[in-house]
């Protein structure tokens, strides 16, 4: 079956950099897009990026500039590439590849 499973997350102060993965495996990854999200406390979950399996990408308007997603076919691998972090960046993020779900890293931000 189909697992996503996230890694990279960590505590970082205010300007750092932290790199997200996240390993798909029990499907061709290849042929379909992916994407990242995250969800604050108390907040719905939002769209951060997206990447189709053809390499054009989507940002929120609120990391553009910041953050970088990418993906390597032959590791079957989604990354989130954040740089200049903020606050307001502290969620759990979850990475989806088609209708499938990984159980989400948690990303803090510290002032």
């Known amino acids: 079956q189909v697992q996503l499973v996230e890694s990279g997350g960590g505590l970082v102060q205010v300007g750092g950099s932290l790199r997200l993965s996240c390993v798909v495996s029990g499907g061709t990854f290849s042929l379909y897009g992916g994407a990242w999200y995250r969800q604050a406390p108390g907040e719905q979950r939002e769209l951060v990026a997206e990447?189709?399996?053809?390499?054009?990408?989507n940002y929120a308007d609120s990391v553009k500039g910041r953050f970088t997603i990418s993906r390597d076919n032959r590791k079957n691998t989604l990354y989130l590439q954040m740089n200049s972090l903020k606050p307001e960046d502290t969620a759990i993020y979850y990475c989806?590849?088609?209708?499938?779900w990984g159980q989400g890293t948690q990303v803090t931000v510290s002032s």
């Open positions: 990447i189709s399996s053809i390499l054009n990408t």
């Open positions: 989806s590849w088609r209708n499938f």
